[in-house]
């Protein structure tokens, strides 16, 4: 029901805008979050956004330099991603829940990932 997509290269710096494309009409239910796993490390949060997108949270480590942001008319959800560093080098997941949280364990429905590797 989630489909991410928009990862690719980048060097440091550069930017890039995933997407995140959901099935369903019930689509502006449910707040939407980015999280990320990188190499060797367990998945983390990065942004979450509110059913109708007026509160958005951020992850200290992405705050000022990603925008998440929705489009309930599309069904889609964005993750904007300025200044890229080597450290944001992962496999980044949107996903799905009732309530808005930061929390893993909150979100019930889950994309496939989408790969964004940043070269110094």
């Known amino acids: 029901q989630l489909q991410a997509s928009g990862g690719g290269s980048v060097q440091a710096g550069g930017s890039l805008r995933l997407s995140c494309a959901a099935s369903?009409?019930?689509?502006?239910?449910?707040?939407k979050g980015w999280f990320r796993q990188a190499p060797g490390k367990e998945r983390e949060f990065v942004a979450v956004i509110s059913r109708g997108g007026g509160s958005t949270y951020y992850a200290d480590s992405v705050k000022g330099r990603f925008t998440i942001s929705r489009d309930n008319v599309k069904n889609t959800v964005y993750l904007q991603m300025n200044s890229l560093k080597p450290e944001d080098t992962a496999v980044y997941y949107c996903?799905?829940?009732?309530?808005?949280?930061?929390?893993?364990?909150?979100?019930?429905?889950w994309g496939q990932g989408t790969l964004v590797t940043v070269s110094s």
């Open positions: 369903g009409r019930t689509f502006s239910t449910y707040a």
């Open positions: 996903a799905a829940d009732a309530l808005f949280s930061t929390r893993e364990g909150d979100f019930g429905s």
